[in-house]
C-alpha cells in the first residue's frame, strides 16, 4: 500500500528521535525587517541570473512572521525535535555587533518550541555569512573570519544555550565551499570562469575556504566545551554520496571509490576526529593548506557526533574507465579533487540501461536508500561516533502530484527502513530528520523545486500539509507506541 510503514520500522530503538529540519534563508524572508543585516545570499541572489527566476529569500515562507503557525504544524504531526539554523546577519546586522530584535526572534522561537516540548537542533551557519564581512575581507577566504565565527557562536551558546543542547556550527562545507569558490553557483558566486563570475580561483579558493571553516569549528567547540558539558553536544552536519565502484571486482575502481568517499567525507571528518586530513587528499591536492601542530590539537576530537546529509549515491570508476558520457560529473565542483575519477548513474554502458535509481525532480536525485545505510556504515567504521541523520527528502518528478506525495512517502518509507538497517549491521544512529517541513527557497533553484511536508503556496503563502505529512505523523506514532498495526488501519485517505 502507498501509505504503508518502513517494515523495518521497529528496529529502530526506542527514544530514536524522528524530526524535521529547515534552514533560516530558505525559509525566513523578512530580508530587511527586524533590524537584520544583509548576507551574501541576499547579495548573490539579486545579482542577475543567478538564480531561477531571479528568485530570492526576500519573502520565503515568511516564516519569520509566521513561526507560530509553522511550529503548530510540527506539534499537530507530534514531531518533537526540530532542526533549524539561525541567521548570524539577523542576529548580528554586521557579523559582529548584537541586534536586539533578532535575539527577541529567536528567543521567542525558541521559547515557543520548548513550551511545545519540541527540541530543538540548531546550526550556526546555513550558507548566510554577514555581506559585511565578504566585504571587508572576502568572508571565509580570510583567516579572520576564524575569530569572527567563534565569537558569534559563543554569541549564540550564551544567549541560548539555555533552550539548546545540540548545536551544529556547520551545515555542508562541501556544498558551499564548491559552490561559493568551485563552479560559483552559490554565494559568495566565485570561480575561475571570467564568463560567470568576476573574481575567484576554483583550484585554490574552496581549498581555502574550507580550512578556515574547519579552524573556525575547532574554536567554536572549545568554547562550546568550556560552557558546557553533560548532555550537551556539538557537531558538524556533513553531506557526501555513497560512492560504489562501478565494475565489479576492478581495484581500479575500488581504489577512485574509496578516493572519493575520503575527498567528500573525510576531507572535513578527518580533521575533526583524527586532526587532520586524509594522507589521500594530501597527496591529490598540493594547493591544500597544513594545520599547525596547535591547529591539529584544537582540531582533533571537536564534534561529539556526526551530522549525516543524505540524498543521493553514484557509481564511480577509475579515469581511465569507459563509461556512457551522459552520464560523467563531478561531485562539488571541486577540481583540486577531481579528476581521478568518473561518476556514473548507471552501471551499463549503453544508453537506456537501469539507473542507480529512479530520478526525482531534480536531475542529481537518483534514489538510492541503500546508499544512506552504507554511508552509514562506511561513517561508523571510520570514525565510531554517534550519528544524526540531520537532512534526507526528495523533491518528486514533474507530473507528480505535490499534495498527493505517494512518490514522497515512497522515497522517505525506504530511507528511514535504510537506517534501521545501518543500525541492526552496527551503526550507532540516534535521529532522522526529513527534509524538510516547509517548500522553501531552493537556492539557485529558488521556488522551482519542493522538498517539503507541507506545501506552500507562493502567492497567498498558505500551508497545506501533503500527504506524506499525515503518513509521517503516523511512523512517529506508531514507532511511540512500538506497534505497526496500531495505526496502519486508521491512516487517512487510503484506497
Ligand atoms: C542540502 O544539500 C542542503 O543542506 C539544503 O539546504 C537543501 O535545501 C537540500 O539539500 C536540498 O537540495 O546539480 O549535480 O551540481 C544537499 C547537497 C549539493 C545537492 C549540491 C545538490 C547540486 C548537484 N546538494 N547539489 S549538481
Known amino acids: 500500500a502507498v501509505d504503508a510503514l518502513p517494515p523495518n520500522l521497529l528496529a529502530l530503538p526506542d527514544g530514536f528521535a524522528f524530526g524535521a529540519a529547515t534552514a533560516a534563508y530558505q525559509i525566513e ?50 514531531i518533537k525535535h526540530y532542526r533549524l539554523s539561525i541567521s548570524w546577519s539577523r542576529l548580528m546586522p554586521d557579523g559582529r555587533t548584537l541586534n536586539d530584535e533578532g535575539v527577541a526572534f529567536y528567543s521567542a522561537l525558541l521559547d515557543l518550541l520548548v513550551e511545545k516540548n519540541i527540541e530543538p537542533r540548531v546550526t550556526l551557519y546555513h550558507w548566510d555569512l554577514p555581506q559585511a564581512l565578504e566585504d571587508e575581507y572576502n568572508g571565509w577566504l580570510s583567516p579572520s573570519i576564524v575569530e569572527d565565527f567563534a565569537a558569534y557562536a559563543e554569541k549564540c551558546f550564551e544567549l541560548f544555550g539555555h533552550h539548546v543542547k545540540t548545536w551544529t556550527t556547520f551545515n555542508e562545507p562541501l556544498t558551499f565551499v564548491g559552490g561559493g569558490y568551485g563552479t560559483g553557483v552559490m554565494a559568495p558566486g566565485r570561480c575561475s570562469d571570467r564568463s560567470r563570475c568576476i573574481a575567484g580561483d576554483s583550484e585554490t579558493e574552496p581549498l581555502l575556504a574550507a580550512h578556515n571553516v574547519l579552524l573556525a569549528h575547532a574554536h567554536a567547540a572549545s568554547r562550546f566545551r ?79 557526533m556526526l551530522g549525516v546529509n543524505y540524498y543521493t549515491s553514484r557509481y564511480v570508476a577509475a579515469a581511465d574507465a569507459v563509461y556512457p558520457a551522459a552520464s560523467v560529473g563531478d561531485a562539488a565542483g571541486i577540481p583540486a579533487l577531481n579528476g581521478e575519477y568518473h561518476l556514473a548513474t548507471t552501471r551499463s554502458l549503453s544508453e537506456g540501461d537501469p539507473r542507480i535509481g529512479v530520478v526525482g525532480g531534480s536531475p542529481w536525485l537518483y534514489v538510492a536508500p541503500d546508499g544512506l545505510t552504507d554511508v552509514l556504515l562506511w561513517l561508523q567504521d571510520r570514525y565510531h561516533l554517534p550519528m544524526a541523520v540531520t537532512e534526507n527528502g526528495c523533491d518528486q518528478p514533474s507530473g507528480e502530484d505535490e499534495r498527493d506525495d505517494v512518490w514522497r512517502i515512497d522515497y522517505l518509507r525506504s530511507h528511514i527502513d535504510g537506517v534501521a538497517t545501518a543500525i541492526q549491521r552496527g551503526a550507532d544512529v540516534q535521529a532522522y530528520y526529513a527534509w524538510s517541513l516547509l517548500d522553501n527557497f531552493e537556492w539557485a533553484d529558488g521556488y522551482s523545486k519542493r522538498f517539503g511536508l507541507v506545501f506552500v503556496d507562493y502567492n497567498t503563502l498558505t500551508r497545506t500539509p501533503k500527504r506524506s505529512f499525515a503518513w509521517y505523523a503516523r511512523l512517529i506514532h506508531a514507532h511511540a507506541s512500538s506497534s505497526l498495526l496500531l495505526v496502519d488501519d486508521v491512516a487517512p485517505g487510503r484506497d
Not at 548576507?39 to 519573502?59: L, N, P, Q, R
Not at 573525510?266 to 598540493?286: C, E, H, I, Q, T
Open 29 to 78: 524572508g523578512a530580508a530587511s525587517e527586524g533590524g537584520r543585516g544583509p548576507s551574501i545570499w541576499d547579495a548573490f541572489s539579486h545579482e542577475k541570473g543567478k538564480t531561477h527566476d531571479g528568485d530570492s529569500g526576500d519573502v520565503a515562507d515568511d516564516h519569520y512572521h509566521r513561526y507560530p503557525e509553522d511550529i503548530d504544524l510540527l506539534a499537530k504531526a507530534g
Open 226 to 304: 568550556a560552557r558546557f558539558s553533560k548532555g550537551y553536544s556539538i557537531d558538524m552536519v556533513n553531506c557526501g554520496w555513497m560512492a560504489w565502484p562501478l565494475r565489479d571486482g576492478s581495484v581500479d575502481d575500488m581504489n577512485a571509490a574509496s578516493s572519493f568517499m575520503e575527498a567528500q567525507w573525510a576531507w572535513f571528518l578527518d580533521p575533526l576526529v583524527r586532526g587532520d586530513y586524509p594522507p589521500s587528499l594530501k597527496a591529490r591536492a598540493p594547493a591544500l593548506p597544513q594545520f599547525t601542530i596547535e591547529e591539529q590539537t584544537l582540531l582533533k576530537g571537536s564534534v561529539d
